[in-house]
Nanobody, 123 residues
Framework: QVQLVESGGGLVQAGGSLRLSCAASGFAFGDYSIGWFRQAPGKAREGVLCITGSGTVTTLQDSAKGRFTISRDNAKKTVDLQINRLQPEDTAVYYC????????????????WGQGTQVTVSS
């Protein structure tokens, strides 16, 4: 069975850092692009960064540049999202999605999704 599980979220003060992880199972992980999206209350799900199976990174939102870094380990079947200098506006549920293609720019382009991990940034 296909499964994506996010972890690493929590409560952190502004200026701190978090490293989120997405663990995959049940499909050919190395053939899939993995994207990180986030959704704040009352807002639409927005893309952050995406990485192809071969390691090419795509920025899904210009606002993600600078403080966000994506990486993958195909042997461990994991994709991480490093977030530095967290701001209150980063508060959201963070999701990872998988797609057999090349990093779709919209959330509905991904085949599989995890349940998300909550990131809360206090002032």
């Amino acid at each position: 069975q296909v499964q994506l599980v996010e972890s690493g979220g929590g409560l952190v003060q502004a200026g701190g850092s978090l490293r989120l992880s997405c663990a995959a199972s049940g499909f050919a992980f190395g053939d899939y692009s993995i994207g990180w999206f986030r959704q704040a209350p009352g807002k639409a799900r927005e893309g952050v960064l995406c990485i192809t199976g071969s390691g090419t990174v795509t920025t899904l939102q210009d606002s993600a540049k600078g403080r966000f870094t994506i990486s993958r380990d195909n042997a461990k079947k994991t994709v991480d999202l490093q977030i530095n200098r967290l701001q209150p506006e980063d508060t959201a549920v963070y999701y990872c999605g998988a797609d057999y293609g090349l990093c779709p720019g919209t959330y509905y382009g991904y085949e599989f999704w995890g349940q998300g991990t909550q990131v809360t940034v206090s002032s």
